[in-house]
């Protein structure tokens, strides 16, 4: 999730080719209420959103017995490096330095996850 409409969108074009459903919300008290309804198999998670950080979604996710082994790709940004222990120490699966490329979200995505394209 993200708070930048154009990221989300982003995130939409270069998954569109491929096997999955993308849902997505503005920020993680949103993000958080969809997971009660279905478990998502990836979380894209920005560090900077407001309402609720990524850091503290992160830490909810984390101590919830239900979403703590969903894998996380935190989406950052030159100022947060200062994060990089704490989204260490909260074992997210990988990071992308924002502004991205569709091609470097499928490729961080596919380290996770095992992403099949759609068939022509």
């Known amino acids: 999730m993200d708070d930048a409409k154009a990221v989300r969108r982003l995130a ?7 096997d999955c459903e993308v ?3 503005d920020n993680g008290f949103k993000a958080l209420f969809a997971m009660e ?5 990836l979380i894209l998670l ?18 919830k017995p239900e979403l703590k082994e969903i894998p996380v790709i935190m989406l950052t940004s030159p100022a947060d490096h200062a994060v990089s222990a704490q989204l260490a ?4 699966s990988d990071t992308l330095m924002k502004p991205f490329t569709p ?3 499928i ?10 394209r759609l068939h022509s």
């Open 107 to 116: 490729e961080k995505i596919s380290r996770v996850l095992d992403l099949k």
């Open 12 to 18: 939409q074009q270069a998954l569109r080719d491929f």
């Open 23 to 25: 849902s997505e919300a």
């Open 37 to 41: 309804r279905t478990l998502p198999d």
């Open 89 to 92: 120490a909260l074992g997210v």
């Open 46 to 63: 920005d560090v900077n959103m407001p309402t609720m950080g990524g850091l503290e979604m992160l830490t909810l996710l984390r101590s």
């Open 103 to 105: 091609a470097e979200l």
